[in-house]
């Protein structure tokens, strides 16, 4: 399916990829989950607009450190993690969010006039709408970057990448994946699976695949409890807005946010820290669902539901997990505590240089999104 351009000529470009134009099924998925022998909630419910802004203002508590570790890996790194980036390529950002660190990266480029072509993925529309606004604003005097929006999830971004023929002019494709999002996923084995799919994708599209990922190496458990402290009221909001944003997919109201109380388990062995809603009293959920045949679910009294996970994982773990995927880990740059690291990933599976296959005359990037627009 061609992609379809969301925005008018003066708004950025944001090419929505989403296979499924009728969103995703995430009523099914909370049916599903919810009757599962250990309920859950898809962590997408945490994404929708509201949830973007109560992460920001969350990600930037002063004991949140991930945040600010990550900050200050590219500030003080920046530059030499600008320089992994191949000239002339392009660098897609999973998952961009409020774009924070995203304006240094790009910063750095301008500096050293290094042309490159930015495509940042996310699932909230408006959330990535007033990201991109953000940036063109930033960057619309400099002729080295190009700015492109792609509405869709990963999958989505798997699927747009493996079709995408005339990226090959771009040579190469550096994936960055910022705010330890890697550690979001279920396990370790679900990671692997992760960059091998992009990095297959890749293979597919003939760029040379290289992650840039940030990841969340604390293993120093009571720093991790006070920076994820459920009982702060940034947190909390942000985990119990997963209710309002069901409510909003079911279309009615499933779920009052006074039934549930969030809570958090780290599981030592795993190093994965676990976010739930626990059940006040017997809370009955109901579920209209004539496809599942469920008409309600009763989540017992101090039963819980999980919402999200977040690896804290070492980074001999994320050897392994690069290592299964193929990829090696190429550099690493740490924040002073040595609790955040940014690492390089190359592919050591794929034979495919880092030169353009085509050379270029204007920004490779308007080439594409000319390309693209035609198809639509
Ligand atoms: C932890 S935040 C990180 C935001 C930003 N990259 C940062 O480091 O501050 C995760 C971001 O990934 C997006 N996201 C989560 N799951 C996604 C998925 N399956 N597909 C696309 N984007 C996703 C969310 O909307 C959110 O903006």
Known sequence: MSPTVLDLEDQPQIFDIRQNYDGLDLKGEIVRGLGSQLPTLPSLLLWDDQGQDLFDRFSQTPTYYPFH??????SRYGSDIGASVPAEGALLELGC?????TKSILSGFRQQQKPVNYFALDVSHQGLTTSLVELRKLFKDSPFITITGLLGTYD???AWLTGLKTMRALGSMTILWLGNSIANLDSHDQASAFLARFGTACQHARLACRFLVSTDIC????????????GR????DFLLNALDAANLELGYEAFSADDWTPASWLDERERNLHFYLTAKYDV???LTSVAEGTDAVTIHKGQRVRVVTSGKWSEEVM????GKAGFHI????????GDYCIFLLKNVTANISDRRVVQPTAGVGEKILELKKRKI
């Open 319 to 322: 050897g392994q997990i690069c």
């Open 233 to 236: 009221p940034e947190y909390r």
């Open 330 to 337: 190429q550099q690493r740059w740490k924040d002073d505590s």
């Open 284 to 286: 009955l959920v109901p």
């Open 97 to 101: 969010g409020a774009v924070r660190k």
């Open 156 to 158: 989505d971004c798997v």
């Open 219 to 230: 293993q120093r458990d009571e720093k991790v409890l006070e920076a994820y402290n459920v």
């Open 69 to 74: 570790g990550e900050i200050e890996v590219l």
